[in-house]
């Protein structure tokens, strides 16, 4: 390691940060994310019981999966805690663990997992 190299000691918010709430600006208990090859985010934001995507420099994210209260039906989500993005099928594959499952939910277009 370079001795020149010198860390940065402020970390830089890029989702959420204002407090706890279900506005598009606010996350409550963000759980999981990923990142795609855009540098989207992909928040499960488990008490909000929805998946929120934030795009680079974004002020508010944008619900992508759930945020229909938290019950079954193929368009809620239970608290989720894990996403990750499936390339193949341009979907995300959420952890949805209080309704104990595992669910696929495109990307583009859908309301419904």
Avoid at 6 to 30: H, R, S
Wanted: hydrophobic share 30%.
């Amino acid at each position: 390691m370079s001795p020149n190299i010198m860390w940065t000691q402020d970390g830089i918010t890029v989702a959420g940060g204002n407090e706890k709430g279900n506005e598009l600006n606010q996350l409550f208990y963000p759980w999981g994310l990923a990142v795609d090859h855009d540098q989207n985010i992909y928040v499960a934001d488990c008490v909000n019981d929805r998946v929120m995507e934030w795009k680079p420099g974004a002020t508010s994210g944008r619900v992508v999966a759930g945020g229909n209260d938290e019950e079954s039906k193929a368009n809620q989500l239970d608290g989720p805690r894990g996403v990750i993005i499936d390339k193949q099928t341009d979907s995300l594959i959420i952890c949805d663990s209080r309704n104990r499952r595992i669910v696929r939910w495109p990307r583009q277009g859908s309301t419904n997992g």
